[in-house]
């Protein structure tokens, strides 16, 4: 079926080119990392790529209806993680937007003394950014202090099936030792080190020139193999609901109501840009069922690739909304059209919500109850309650709350009887942005929508 026109995207990119990553092989939380100036070109080209294929007016996919040449904000949202590797994936951000939305001489307003001032750079376009961190919303690194995937880490790689991997790549390992310098390549631990073993040689090959020069042929490839191997097993499930699936299961929550605001048409917003790193992309392959027909996916993806949901709307009579998915792995490639649930069209949005609502992790406390975290325990990175350490200050520290509190609820319940209600932040909100109000127009219909 054709769906020509384009009334919305999603992109999700995945960071540009950074110095290397060491990650802990149970916990999975990262050191910090910067990205490089090659890492900021990737995401320029990815951004330069987007523009070209969805704001060009020439283009066949150009989203309708969208302000090319001046940002409207109204009309762009865009959401970074800053958790592990957070400052390379925010530069990458920026990059992408740079390109995505290019220096413009008409960003410029006249004063009321008819003085005409230009943005800087010759007209630079500043896009705010929606910042993730991990400390508040998991909607972008749910995998991290989460004691179920933890234990499914542990159960991949003490599997029978993992430990023969590990005896079979023991020669190359040994053969490896000489340009890893001093890093442990122990069989106890080699199946854990795969990823930062290959992610070491991959940064080293790229940015130093004598270590490519005395790597041998295929070390890259073979190392690339082991590293996709323990990453595509860490970051799946059998069951779509399954607890290896949380890196897109999460991501799902921002994803999916960016598509219900897009399909409404009184919502300005057309264009979702979520920056990330690599993990919701294994997740999302397997769990939408990508990778049955794209087993090639079932690997880490490229620096700087990006996954593209575009809204299409069927023409009259059907005047329906549909989904076609579009991956870029890497920066050297076009799009190329998958397909999720063994479709070989576009589907449905209705029937991919359909599909995957009872397996989308929505808020907070949803996170907790799929990681095992009881409501008592430290989740959302808090302690669990405060102690100063002496058993008298801390009873005085109790009276204090205490009073606190009465007093807080004084305050609160006059609130309540001059406004009727108040709305009460905490963890049962929403994973992506602020719940807001907007008219909205579906067909010939007004209501208003929360979000």
């Known amino acids: ?110 004063l009321a003394n008819e003085t005409t001032v230009m943005a800087p750079l010759n007209g630079y376009q500043y896009i705010p950014v929606e910042t993730v961190e991990p400390s508040n919303d998991r909607s972008l690194e749910p995998w991290t202090d989460c004691p179920a995937f933890e234990k499914h880490v542990q159960d991949v790689q003490n599997s029978a099936e993992f430990k023969e991997v590990s005896r079979n790549a023991q020669p190359f390992f040994n053969a490896l030792r000489d340009f890893v310098f001093g890093r442990e390549l122990s069989m106890e631990n080699m199946a854990s080190s795969f990823y930062n073993v290959w992610d070491y040689v991959n940064s080293e090959l ?52 960016a598509l219900q605001r897009i399909a409404f048409n009184g919502d300005p917003l057309q264009l979702m840009v979520i920056e990330t790193t690599y993990q919701p992309f294994i997740s999302f392959f397997h769990q939408t069922g990508v990778i049955d027909s794209h087993p090639e996916l079932k690997a880490i993806p490229d620096f700087g690739s990006a996954l593209a949901i575009e809204l299409r709307r069927a023409p009259p009579p059907d005047a329906r909304d549909f989904l076609r998915f579009k991956f870029r792995n890497g920066s050297n490639e076009d799009f190329r059209t998958i397909h999720v649930f063994k479709h070989h069209e576009d589907i449905p949005v209705t029937e991919f919500i359909y599909r995957l609502e009872n397996s989308v992790i929505d808020s907070n406390r949803e996170w907790a109850q799929a990681c095992g975290i009881s409501s008592g325990s430290t989740w959302l990175g808090l302690p669990e309650r405060a102690t100063t350490g002496s058993k008298l200050a801390d009873a005085s520290l109790g009276v204090f709350l205490a009073m606190l509190a009465m007093l807080m609820m004084f305050f609160v319940g006059k609130a309540i009887r001059r406004r009727r209600s108040v709305r009460l932040s905490g963890p049962e909100d929403r994973l992506s942005a602020a719940p807001t109000e907007v008219v909205v127009q579906l067909r010939d219909e007004k209501a208003r929508v929360p979000y």
Request: charged letters at 20%.
């Open 206 to 257: 790229i940015h130093n020139k004598t270590y490519a020069h005395r790597l041998p042929p295929t070390f890259i490839e073979q190392a690339r193999g082991y590293a996709n191997l323990r990453e595509d097993a860490i970051y799946s499930d059998k069951a779509m609901a399954g607890i290896g699936n949380i890196a897109s299961r999460a991501a799902l929550s921002s994803i999916l109501k």
């Open 1 to 110: 079926m054709s769906h020509p026109e384009v009334h919305g995207v999603v992109i999700v990119a995945r960071n540009g080119d950074r110095t290397e990553c060491y990650q802990d092989p149970i916990t999975q939380k990262s050191d910090y990392t910067q990205s490089t100036p090659l890492g900021e070109v990737q995401a320029h080209q990815l951004g330069t790529y987007l523009r070209n294929l969805y704001l060009n007016p020439n283009s066949p996919s150009r989203i309708r209806g969208i302000h090319s040449d001046l940002v409207d904000l109204k009309e762009v949202h865009v959401r970074v993680k800053v958790g592990g590797e957070g400052a390379s994936v925010f530069d990458s951000a920026t990059a992408l937007l740079q390109g995505l939305f290019p220096p413009n001489p008409a960003n410029k307003i006249t």
